[in-house]
């Protein structure tokens, strides 16, 4: 979930901080009962929405924060570094913009006022003060590796270069791909690989990013066509993240005093992974038969 930024992309409703905060309390509201799904609010900051910094304070005050995301979505650096792939997401939303349209837009989003490294150290000393894990999104220098480190972020979301997602797990940081970004074949922005990156052991977590089945599908696909250890790439969709986010105590393996939440995958025709059974807290919530 998405702090709203005041971008030039198609309107969204679900970023507007209104319903960011009915979802807020909505999701706070599970902690008390019982449901098939834990969820969890990742707060995704844009470090040109200035004025949402209070409303991410107040809800970390408030314990309703699990995950935060300091993200940077400035034209000519981070995902967006070529700007012809700016240019062109930008034109797939609006259609009707004229090249001189989008020129002007660069500019004004590059001279946007943005959160410096001493507000982003006092969000990232609050959020300690609340055990909340902290990521960096698309980073793409060593020097933005070393300025995350000192503030204290534990996660890198994305690295732009195979080069930089080495230099993030040297340093200590959890390395987060996209898997759309395997079953793609690469970035659609152009950057860096999760396959390769994978292969050269710089990712620790997988996540769907925009489209949730291909967690399960891309971790087949990487020990089929990569020959990967199937444990190691299902370590990066259960423990690696937990631990991540400061929950692996809890959530992520099977161990004696942790949650009891199973999936069950089989393969249809040795090529098709499916879920086949559910347990939440060790109580099965879901099974089907894809074989009858």
Known sequence: ??????????????????????????????????????????????????????????????????????????????????????????????????????????????????????????IAVEASR?????????DDSIEKLEMNARIGVNISEFPTRLNIAQEAKKKGFFTLAGAPNILLGGS????????????????????????????????????????TNLVDMMNMLTINPARAVKMGHELGSLSEGKKADLLVIEMIDDAFPVITTVMVDGDPVMRMNYRE
Request: charged content about 30%; some cysteine.
């Open 1 to 122: 979930m998405r702090l709203k930024k005041n971008w030039d992309f198609s309107h969204k409703p679900i970023r507007d901080p209104e319903n960011v905060q009915r979802f807020v309390k909505l999701i706070a509201d599970t902690h008390s009962k019982s449901h098939l799904i834990r969820h969890r609010f990742h707060a995704r900051l844009e470090i040109d929405r200035l004025e949402e910094v209070g409303r991410l304070k107040q809800y970390m005050k408030e314990k309703k924060v699990h995950l935060i995301s300091f993200m940077d979505h400035t034209p000519g650096q981070g995902q967006y570094a070529d700007l012809k792939i700016y240019r062109d997401t930008i034109k797939s939303y609006n259609h009707h913009l004229s090249n001189e349209d989008i020129d002007q837009m660069i500019v004004k989003h590059k001279n946007k006022k943005r959160l410096g490294i001493v507000d982003l150290q006092e």
């Open 130 to 138: 609340h055990h909340i894990a902290i990521a960096s999104h698309d």
């Open 188 to 227: 659609h922005s152009g950057n860096l690989s999760a396959a390769e990156a994978i292969q050269h052991d710089a990712i620790d977590i997988l996540c769907s990013d925009y489209y949730p089945p291909s967690l399960l599908h891309a971790i087949f696909f990487m020990h089929k066509n990569y020959g």
